[in-house]
T-cell receptor, first 112, second 112 residues
Framework: GNSVTQMEGPVTLSEEAFLTINCTYT??????LFWYVQYPGEGLQLLLK?????DKGSNKGFEATYRKETTSFHLEKGSVQVSDSAVYFC???????????FGQGTELSVKP | NAGVTQTPKFRILKIGQSMTLQCTQDMNHNYMYWYRQDPGMGLKLIYY???????DKGEVPNGYNVSRSTTEDFPLRLELAAPSQTSVYFC???????????FGPGTRLLVL
């Protein structure tokens, strides 16, 4: 079946450090891929998405490229800020009823 | 435009009690979803609906019921609360099944 695997957290970085959060997936067909972010005490917000192979999603300095050959969608940011501290979820959307399959989430803590 | 709203924000239930978690969206979305989020885990789909009058089970439906009498509302019913239902519940909506889902702020439920 479809599944998403993320690197385990928590990830602790200093401000302005480079961020990578790994995400790999297993899916039949050609799913869409998403990164959602959950700030403390809030619901999930869409951060970025990619709908086909080699697409790059980007938003707020974050980027992720849909790599079909490695079944990956790693999240990157060149210089993190304290305000980026949150839990990040990788997810895939199959084309059967629009069901999102989530990874377990990766907590990011950025220290000043 | 309020987006997706959920009530209550927090509730404590005793084992065996029942309650309804409310979810309303004002974006005229056809698709609506209920997820639960357990600590350190990703979100699991409980039930979803592709339109008024149509509902279907997700990955973890046992112990829950839903109804969809209008496009806007998608309440989740717990009939006999159990400690295993202690979780954070998120409602989400989307225009179509293959498009971005928008999440509510969540309801934190504690069953003692």
């Amino acid at each position: 079946g479809n599944s998403v695997t993320q690197m385990e957290g928590p990830v602790t970085l200093s401000e302005e450090a480079f961020l990578t959060i790994n995400c790999t997936y297993t899916a039949t067909g050609y799913p869409s891929l998403f990164w959602y972010v959950q700030y403390p005490g809030e619901g999930l917000q869409l951060l970025l998405k990619a709908t086909k192979a080699d697409d790059k999603g980007s938003n707020k300095g974050f980027e992720a490229t849909y790599r079909k050959e490695t079944t990956s969608f790693h999240l990157e940011k060149g210089s993190v800020q304290v305000s980026d501290s949150a839990v990040y979820f990788c997810a895939l959307l199959n084309n059967q009823g629009g069901k999102l399959i989530f990874g377990q989430g990766t907590e990011l803590s950025v220290k000043p | 435009n309020a987006g997706v709203t959920q009530t209550p924000k927090f509730r404590i239930l005793k084992i065996g009690q029942s309650m309804t978690l409310q979810c309303t969206q004002d974006m005229n979305h056809n698709y609506m979803y209920w997820y639960r989020q357990d600590p350190g885990m990703g979100l699991k789909l409980i039930y979803y609906s592709v339109g008024a009058g149509i509902t279907d089970k997700g990955e973890v439906p046992n112990g829950y019921n839903v109804s969809r009498s209008t496009t806007e509302d998608f309440p989740l019913r717990l009939e006999l609360a159990a400690p295993s239902q202690t979780s954070v519940y998120f409602c989400a909506s989307g225009r179509r099944g293959i498009e971005t889902q928008y999440f509510g702020p969540g309801t934190r439920l504690l069953v003692l």
